[in-house]
């Protein structure tokens, strides 16, 4: 082929490629353009990163900033039935003149001044924006010394702004909004993810209060009472060990019996779940502190296996990893200033060190607590060993499992939509694979109903194929740091066999993962139990209530009964798993004990169980 005509095949067809192509957006219209680079995803509230929460916490940011300069000690709450939020704090309120432009013009706000907001959450001036860009209505109202300023947005748009007035309310801000549902549709708030998050706020600023639709909560020990929020005396190994200085708050101690790692981590008053450079330096110096003091050259996971850990650490201008800021990527405390894997280890080694030494009866029981870790380590090595190989092998023609494209621990932006649905028999994983997307959705296909592990140990996830399978698809045996999905959706049939093999997955994953649970990873599918249709429509009913309805409403139907998920064919299942997917979380409440959960309904079949399931057996329609 001669050169030219090389370069004319090079050359790009520039025809619809011009002058008109080019777009300016408005501020408002951008946010709504490219909302998951200001909220991660949109999401109907079903999950705890939906964008929802994002919303409601970037409000709440602005109002504990206020509480950690020392301006009002109180916070007030409120999200009614139709999801209108009003969150009210008692700070110095936005200075009126510049209330409008703090709102609605990115790149504006206080926190580029250190002086004004030393360590803040909030960062880089957006976050009430994107509240405001994404709700069908925002009001903002701010109060300073007898003065008061309201402007109020749809979508974005201002719809009312009023003069600066006199008022006797006492200082403060009060942003109101609602969500938008065209972009969170059929959205819902879920208390127990606003539980956890207000609890969250507290514990990290002892002394602040915050009422939220009547139930008040305040921490008057901060993370030792997170940490005793989280285990029972029982549990414990020794009792739970605090230290804290002005930017650094940890608190630990060790389960008598886990078999994984647990951190509960912040950064400036911001839950990291996903971790970060704090998090890696607790890690080193807790280990090596600990080592230090033994004088044994002990195994790290020996170490911090069966660990129950706090951090909290406060540094100026933080770089988080993304808007939503769940993990940290900043080097030092501060520009200029002392690494944060040093702070750490001088902090660590000056308190864990003097505190061993005058605390004789602690050491003991960590060090007991290190030795039976590792003789379990040293137990199973030959059984991991030969599982490792045994799961290599099979993932390279893994035929249980059917891997999407895109994974939580890859810096891709569809990150936060990666699930894997865990399904039983071939037919509902052939229905569920024909219809996935490739890129966000993976299939893992159970054979029959899996081994009840209660009460076993840790080899078990091992010595059995499909757990050992299972795991090494999600990427847990090390923790779930390094987990590959951000969704672990179990989808199984509506039926009593179903029920019980939704109930073996979460005995595996409490038993010998708890973390992934208490992260809220795990999800149950929704599938309709019914489909109603006519020639003009058709309704799918998740409900018997949702049937009674659409009988009611469709004239002359026909009624089909879903008895399995293969019984779905795959263009209604890719309806089923879309944007409308339907997900029921796992939650545990804030005093559910997991061992005391599994011993009652995966134990001995005792009188209370029975009592149990008679007062909670329901007719269902068939």
Partial sequence: MATEEINDLLVADDSNYNDDSVKTLAWNEHIRHRSGMYIGKLGDGATQDDGIYILLKEVLDNS????????????????????????????????????????????????YDSGAFKKSVGLNGVGLKAVNALSTSFKATSVRNGERKIVEFSKGELVYESEIDYSEDKNGTEITFTPDNDLFTNFHFIDEYIDKLLWNYCYLNVGLTINYNGSKYLSKNGLLDLLAKNITESEMEYPIVHFKDEDIDIAFTHRSSSYSEEYFSFANSQYTPHGGTHVAAVKEAFVKTVKDFFKKDFDPQDVRNAVLVAVSIKITEPNFEGQTKTKLGSLLMEPDGRSIRTFVNDFMKKNLDNYLHINKDVAES???????????????????????????????????LRDCRVHLNTNNEKRLESTIFITEGLSASGSITKSRDVMTQAVFSLRGKPLNCYGKAKRIAYQNEEFNLLQSALSIENGIEGLRYNNVVIATDADFDGMHIRLLLLTFFLQFYPELVKSGHVYILQTPLFRVRNKKETRYCYSEDERVKALREVKDPEITRFKGLGEIN?????????????????????????????????????????????????????
């Fill in 64 to 111: 504990v900033d206020e509480f950690m300069m020392g301006c009002g000690k109180s916070i007030n709450l409120s999200i009614d039935e139709n999801g209108n939020v009003t969150v009210r704090d008692f700070g110095r309120g936005i200075p009126l003149a510049s209330l409008k432009d703090c709102v609605s013009k990115i790149n504006t706000g206080a926190k």
């Fill in 366 to 400: 960590m060090l007991k607590r290190i030795i039976i870790s590792e003789k379990e380590r040293k137990d199973i090595n030959d059984i991991k060993k030969i599982s490792r190989e045994t799961a290599k092998k099979a993932n390279l023609n893994n035929k249980k």
């Fill in 570 to 622: 795959t263009d209604e299942f890719a309806y089923f798993i879309g944007k409308n997917i339907r997900l029921d979380p796992v939650l545990l409440s804030s005093n559910s004990q997991i061992p005391d959960l599994l011993s009652f309904y995966m134990g001995e079949n005792d009188k209370d169980r029975q009592i149990f399931i008679m007062e909670n057996l329901r007719e269902e329609a068939i």
